[in-house]
């Protein structure tokens, strides 16, 4: 089982960029593809970006492509969320979701909610015009 720990959260003019931080307990983290998710006011929760658990392999919706970079180092079993260039569409509630998988399974990446097992408690982005 693995806890995770948003952070870095808040906010920020339109064009400034944040990082946010995913901290996971837990000493397998290494063995989790790790996703962030996003959710705006009235609006279901979307996929951002997305992981494999060797850190191959990475997603971003087409949104955010160019704009946001995810990357980790499981020595520190920390997933990071690089936001560049942000926009005021940018807003919502960020979350990190972990999926334990195999060593198979060790290039997949997911983009699904219900892929996900674990999930965080999410972090707020607010951008301002």
């Known amino acids: 089982q693995v806890q995770l720990v948003e952070s870095g959260g808040g906010l920020v003019q339109a064009g400034d960029s944040l990082g946010l931080s995913c901290a996971a307990s837990g000493r397998t983290f290494s063995s989790y593809a790790v996703g962030w998710f996003r959710q705006a006011p009235g609006k279901e929760r979307e996929s951002v970006a997305a992981?494999?658990?060797?850190?191959?392999?990475?997603y971003y919706a087409d949104s955010v492509k160019g704009r946001f970079t995810i990357s980790r180092d499981n020595a520190k079993n920390t997933v990071y969320l690089q936001m560049n260039s942000l926009k005021p569409e940018d807003t919502a509630v960020y979350y990190c979701?972990?999926?334990?998988?195999?060593?198979?399974?060790?290039?997949?990446?997911?983009?699904?909610?219900?892929?996900?097992?674990?999930w965080g408690q999410g972090t707020q982005v607010t951008v301002s015009s």
């Open positions: 992981i494999s658990r060797n850190g191959g392999r990475t």
């Open positions: 979701a972990a999926n334990l998988v195999n060593s198979y399974s060790a290039s997949y990446f997911y983009t699904r909610m219900r892929e996900y097992d674990y």
